[in-house]
């Protein structure tokens, strides 16, 4: 059960392991769940976690994806099938499906939790306040997911069990740069992609990460330093032996 909001010393506790504090005429917002129990009266978990300021903060899941990010999110990927768009607002990304996608948005009276058609591929920008409830709607629904989001939506530990229970993996992260309307938080923004069965490795590109290698490649290059470096330490050892 949700817990009620509540005052408690200039902590306002929100529910669900959510806080936000006043300090100086600043609101501090939660950048992580933390229960009750460990907020202090300075905004401080005894963990040591602090309420970060977000000034820019504002509830509104109606942000449209700008149609430059929609098209690279689609080339990217390359979604086939019967694909949908559960909350296609504008159509922003549902323009550059392939044809015959389908698509949901609430405010033209197709609630996407009414949706029960199985599909191949949901590709999406989801309201982030809605986050979980989406998530585990589309991975009963399709076989590949591509959510764009903050990437630390996707770590909690509920919503990791959500995407095991339901047999999906993460196969892919791609970063990419926060578009000036969207909310400005200082969390990276990236497009998830869950596979269901997919047992490999994470694959992480954009921003310095393209190639497909992704975090394999990452590993590989810092245990070739690591050899490299031990070489070359040899190497001088025997010199100043020698010397």
């Not at 100086?24 to 202090?40: E, Q, Y």
């Not at 921003?207 to 394999?216: D, E, I, P, V």
């Amino acid at each position: 059960m949700r817990e009620k909001a509540r005052d408690d010393g200039g902590v306002k506790h929100l529910g669900d392991g959510m806080a936000t504090v006043k300090r100086n005429g600043r609101t501090m917002v939660s950048c992580f769940p933390t229960s009750d129990r460990k907020i202090n009266r300075r905004g401080q978990s005894r963990a040591g976690m602090r309420f970060q300021p977000n000034r820019d903060y504002v509830s509104n899941d109606e942000v449209q994806t700008p149609a430059a990010l929609a098209r690279r999110l689609v080339r990217h990927f390359r979604p086939r099938g019967h694909v949908l768009e559960p909350c296609c607002g504008e159509g922003r990304i549902l323009r550059h499906l392939p044809r015959g996608a389908s698509w949901c948005e609430i405010k033209r009276g197709r609630d996407f939790f009414d949706w029960r058609e199985p599909v191949d591929w949901i590709v999406t920008n989801p309201p982030w306040s809605q986050i979980r409830s989406f998530l585990r709607h589309a991975l009963m629904l399709a076989d590949h997911v591509v959510f764009l989001l903050t990437i630390n939506h996707l770590w909690t530990k509920a919503r990791l069990r959500d995407i095991r229970a339901a047999d999906f993996g993460i196969r892919e992260i791609l970063l990419v740069d926060m578009p000036p309307e969207f909310p400005q938080s200082g969390f990276q923004l990236g497009a998830v992609h869950l596979q269901r069965g997919w047992r490999g490795r994470i694959t992480l590109s954009g921003r310095g990460f393209s190639t497909a290698r992704g975090l394999k490649r990452v590993r590989t290059r810092t245990s070739r330093k690591i050899r490299r470096d031990a070489k070359e330490r040899a190497r001088a050892a025997e010199m100043a032996d020698e010397r």
